[in-house]
């Protein structure tokens, strides 16, 4: 497939993957609605240095705007899409769950209509890990129970999964979901622990830590979920949901102090109670992905840090 549509192109992950797919020579598709979650200026910086490349079109559309995305696919004619347009976060799912349903799931509906009016059946669709809620049993697999998630947000996540199926089912669509554990990386967004973290601490600012620190996450670094990501456009077929992550966890105290020494700085944490809607861990079983993707992340914690950090003015927002 040559011709790829990416929704939220101009996102942490988009933004990413629409680099490395013009260097593998495609031609990309980017739409994004440039919502104000965080800083617009940084979403057009992240796709600034793709402008000039004959293979790109940027095109602002939002994805619950029927006729305005029918439009793009009636003109361009995707081979395959790329959902990862969604409204982002736990937490602010959860003061807003009426507009994060509105974005991520009938957002979703929208697409997967107007992919099937105009011939489209290939997909690759962004889930996450906050699926598996407060599963015990870990590392999260793919075939366990997600029937309780404790976000508005893992809830959309979960309902998406099920329409991808529904397509699947009733039109033979091709899906892969992709469970993405905890990325971090370039063009992180601003509110993201890793992301603000770094800022506080170059800073000299203390950082606020809730809980006691050892909640634990799959921190997956964002060059090895862009793999996953072309791996599942090039090999689509069926439908599967697909877990990946980095096989390992960390503690957030421990992901603090990292920080910090790769930085080269002091740290301050002002500790405060859980927030509702964290999760105690997340851990990925990646067997799934080994076999279908010939995934295999290439980043430590420490690597990725290094990376993400080397260039503080770059990569720090």
């Given amino acids: 497939m040559s011709k790829i549509l990416i929704t939220g192109a ?3 992950i988009g933004s990413n993957l629409v680099g490395q797919l013009l260097k593998n020579g495609k031609q990309v598709i980017g739409i994004d609605n440039f919502d104000d979650f965080y800083d617009v200026s940084l979403k057009r910086a992240n ?3 793709y402008a000039t490349s004959p293979n790109f079109k940027l095109i602002e559309v939002d994805i619950r705007n029927k006729e305005q995305l029918t439009g793009v696919f009636t003109e361009y004619k995707p081979d395959c899409v790329v959902h990862l347009a969604a409204r982002a976060g736990v937490r602010p799912s959860i003061d807003d769950p009426v507009l994060y349903y509105d974005v991520n799931v ?3 509906l929208i697409l997967l209509e107007v992919m099937r009016e105009c011939g ?3 997909l690759v669709f962004a889930s996450s890990s906050s699926v598996y809620g407060n599963n015990k049993k870990v590392p999260f697999s793919e075939t366990d129970n997600v029937d309780n998630p404790i976000s508005p947000y893992a809830a959309t996540k979960k309902a998406g999964e099920l329409l991808c199926y529904t397509y699947h089912h009733l039109y033979n669509f ?3 979901c992709l469970r993405f554990f905890t990325v971090y990386g370039h063009n992180q967004r601003p509110e993201m ?3 603000k973290f770094g800022r506080h601490i170059k800073e ?3 950082i606020t830590m809730f809980g006691a620190g050892n909640t634990r996450r799959d921190y997956t670094f964002i060059d090895d979920i862009v793999s996953g990501l072309i791996a599942s456009i090039e090999r689509v077929h069926g439908y599967e949901i697909i877990n990946l992550g980095n096989n390992d966890t960390i503690a957030l105290i421990d992901l603090i102090h990292f920080i910090a020494e790769t930085l080269g700085k002091p740290v301050q944490i002002i500790q405060e109670p859980m927030q509702p809607g964290d999760v105690e861990i997340t851990y990925a079983d990646i067997a799934k992905a080994t076999q279908l993707l010939d995934y295999h992340p290439g980043h430590s ?3 990725g840090l290094l990376k993400m950090f080397s260039n503080y003015n770059s990569n720090m927002k």
Avoid: C, H, M, S
């Fill in 120 to 122: 489209v059946n290939k």
């Fill in 106 to 108: 009938t957002g979703t």
């Fill in 301 to 303: 914690i420490r690597e």
């Fill in 174 to 176: 091709d899906v892969f």
């Fill in 47 to 49: 796709l600034a240095g």
């Fill in 204 to 206: 000299g600012k203390p």
């Fill in 193 to 195: 622990a890793i992301q």
């Fill in 10 to 12: 101009a996102g942490f």
